[in-house]
Structure formats: C-alpha cells, structure tokens
C-alpha cells in the first residue's frame, strides 16, 4: 500500500474501529532537487555511483567519471539526457584502490567537474592471510579455506601457514 492509499478503520471491515490509525504519511518525492552524488563498494571489482542534479539543463555532453585517487586514471561514461538529471552507474574497478566519482559535463577532452563524490575504498579481493594464533583453524578448515581462496593460497599453506598452537588447542 502506497501513501496516496489511505484507510481509515472504517475502511477495513476486518479490522476494529477502536484500532489505531496508521497514517503512511505524505507520498515520498521523485526528486529532492539538491545536487547529491554519493559512490558505493559494490564489490571488490566494482563501484556503484548515483547522483541527482537539478541544474543539468548543459548543452555539453554531460558524464560521471570513476578516477583512481592514487593515480589518476579515469573512467569516464557520457550519459545520455535523460540519465543527466538523475541516475546510477556501476563502474568496473581494482581491488585495494582508493576512489573518487565526478558528476560533470564534457566538452571535447576537457571534463569539466560539477560535484565529486565521498572517497570510497575497494576490499581486498581475497581472504585474510594472517592467523590470530588463538583462532587456528582446526583439522579440516583448512580445506574449506584453500577451495574458497585459490592458488595464493594452496602455496601459503604448503608453506606451513596452519600451525596448531594457541591457547584454543592445548
């Protein structure tokens, strides 16, 4: 039920006219008209970015960018007009990089910036390596560990990486 649905208990028969009211309250706005662009880690390898723009009437291609902070390098996607005002992108990304989203427009090679977004990190893409020695995994686990993880760490635990110690095993 949406808030243009109102019920009163008068309009639900099975329900007592001594309940309360529940009012949904006003129906929630497409666009708020504040320029926003927030980024999101969707996972290791990408970045989710949505933004609303309200003043996005530009004659220049308008486009959102994903920029290494580290580095500098950049993706960026020309949006078409109807994606200008308001819209989401997903971004392909590197694992442990430090990133920034642009919201702006182009003209020719120049990007010129209207709004960058809260600087986001991308996890590793694998497991810890490192062991609490109170934690060790016991018989077994090791196992499961090394089909979830691959090759990094088939050679970690020919190593020796699992050592039964610690207060867990004594």
């Known amino acids: ?3 243009r649905e109102r019920l009163s208990p008068t309009d639900r028969p099975h329900v007592a006219a001594s309940d309360p009211y529940l009012d949904y309250g006003p129906a929630l706005p497409e666009r708020y008209g504040i ?20 003043d996005s009437e530009k004659t220049s291609a308008w486009a959102v960018r994903l920029r290494d902070v580290a580095t500098g390098a950049a993706t960026v996607a020309t ?28 003209s020719g ?6 709004r960058t977004s809260n600087r986001i990190r991308t996890p590793r893409e694998g497991p810890a390596t490192e062991i609490d020695p109170e934690w060790v995994p016991v018989e077994g686990e090791a196992d499961v560990w090394t089909s979830l993880s691959g090759p990094a760490a088939r050679q970690w635990l020919k190593g020796g ?7 867990s095993h004594e």
């Open 161 to 167: 990486g699992y050592r039964r110690a610690g207060p």
């Open 1 to 3: 039920m949406n808030s």
């Open 109 to 114: 090679d120049v990007f010129v910036v209207v």
């Open 35 to 54: 320029l926003t662009l927030r980024a999101l880690v969707r996972d290791p390898r990408s970045v989710f970015a949505y933004w609303e723009w309200p």
């Open 79 to 106: 949006l078409d007009r109807a994606a200008g005002a308001s819209g989401a992108f997903y971004f392909e990304a590197t694992p442990e990089r430090d990133y920034e989203v642009d919201l702006g427009w182009t």
